[in-house]
T-cell receptor, first 112, second 112 residues
């Protein structure tokens, strides 16, 4: 069945370090892919998305590219800040029906 | 303006009780969802409603029942609460196109 697998955390980085959070998916056809962020005590917020192969989603310095050949959608940021500390979720929406699948979340802590 | 709101934010109750969580969205979206997030941040979809019809019903106990009085509301009723129901419950909504989901702030349910 369809699913999303993302790297387990927690991840701890120093401020201004480079961030990569890996996400791979299993799905038939061409799903849409998303990254959501959950700040402490809050609900999930859409961070970025990509709806077709080779699309690059970007927002707030974060980027992710939809790679059909490797079924991946890795999240990257060149220089993290303390305010980026949160839990990040990779998700997909199937292109048939309206089903969403979320990864298990990756906790990121950025230290000054 | 709050896009997706939930009440209450915190709910503490005893085993065996019946409780409800309310959700409202003012985005004009077609579809609403309920998710359960456990202590490890794992997010599981419970229900979704599209135009007042249940379109996804994952394998959740029938003690949980969604009720949608109109397109802007999707309430969650829980009967005979159990300790394992303790979690954070998130409501979300989306349009058919584009279909990214907008989440509420969550309701932390504690069953004692």
């Amino acid at each position: 069945g369809d699913s999303v697998t993302q790297m387990e955390g927690p991840v701890t980085l120093s401020e201004e370090a480079f961030l990569t959070i890996n996400c791979t998916y299993t799905a038939t056809g061409y799903p849409s892919l998303f990254w959501y962020v959950q700040y402490p005590g809050e609900g999930l917020q859409l961070l970025l998305k990509a709806t077709k192969a080779d699309d690059k989603g970007s927002n707030k310095g974060f980027e992710a590219t939809y790679r059909k050949e490797t079924t991946s959608f890795h999240l990257e940021k060149g220089s993290v800040q303390v305010s980026d500390s949160a839990v990040y979720f990779c998700a997909l929406r199937t292109n048939t029906g309206n089903q969403f699948y979320f990864g298990t979340g990756t906790s990121l802590t950025v230290i000054p | 303006d709050t896009a997706v709101s939930q009440t209450p934010k915190y709910l503490v109750t005893q085993m065996g009780n019946d409780k409800s969580i309310k959700c409202e969205q003012n985005l004009g979206h077609d579809t609403m969802y309920w998710y359960k997030q456990d202590s490890k941040k794992f997010l599981k979809i419970m229900f979704s409603y599209n135009n007042k019809e249940l379109i996804i019903n994952e394998t959740v106990p029938n003690r949980f029942s969604p009720k949608s009085p109109d397109k802007a509301h999707l309430n969650l009723h829980i009967n005979s609460l159990e300790l394992g129901d303790s979690a954070v419950y998130f409501c979300a909504s989306s349009q058919v196109v584009p279909y990214e989901q907008y989440f509420g702030p969550g309701t932390r349910l504690t069953v004692t």
